[in-house]
């Protein structure tokens, strides 16, 4: 089992910057590809960035690149999103989430990852 505890949401002025944080527990985190989606009101969640467990591998939705850095500490059991560059479409509440045990690649597929935390809110203002 993994338990997801995200932190580091708010409300921030267009153009500034954000880091979340994806806190783990559960002895599998470091073999676990993780990611992190985001759901504005009224959309369905989707995806924007994911990770090996090794951190070597880093996959972005196309909205975020260049803006958005993925990273992790496995020492630590966090994953972190550095978000720059903020505008008022990535206004949604953003989860974490984590592939089960063996499966160590990033995946862009919400029903490839076997555990989700319960979101932090995001809001840019304009």
């Known amino acids: 089992q993994v338990q997801l505890v995200e932190s580091g949401g708010g409300l921030v002025q267009a153009g500034g910057s954000l880091r979340l944080s994806c806190a783990a527990s559960?002895?599998?985190?470091?073999?676990?590809?993780m990611g992190w989606f985001r759901q504005a009101p009224g959309k369905e969640r989707e995806f924007v960035a994911a990770?090996?467990?090794?951190?070597?591998?880093?996959y972005y939705a196309d909205s975020v690149k260049g803006r958005f850095t993925i990273s992790r500490d496995n020492a630590k059991n966090t994953v972190y999103l550095q978000m720059n560059s903020l505008n008022s479409e990535d206004t949604a509440v953003y989860y974490c989430a984590a592939r089960g045990s063996g499966s160590s690649w990033p995946s862009e597929m919400r029903y490839e990852y076997d555990y989700w935390g319960q979101g932090t809110q995001v809001t840019v203002s304009s």
């Open positions: 990770i090996s467990w090794s951190g070597s591998i880093t």
């Open positions: 559960g002895r599998t985190f470091s073999r676990a590809g």
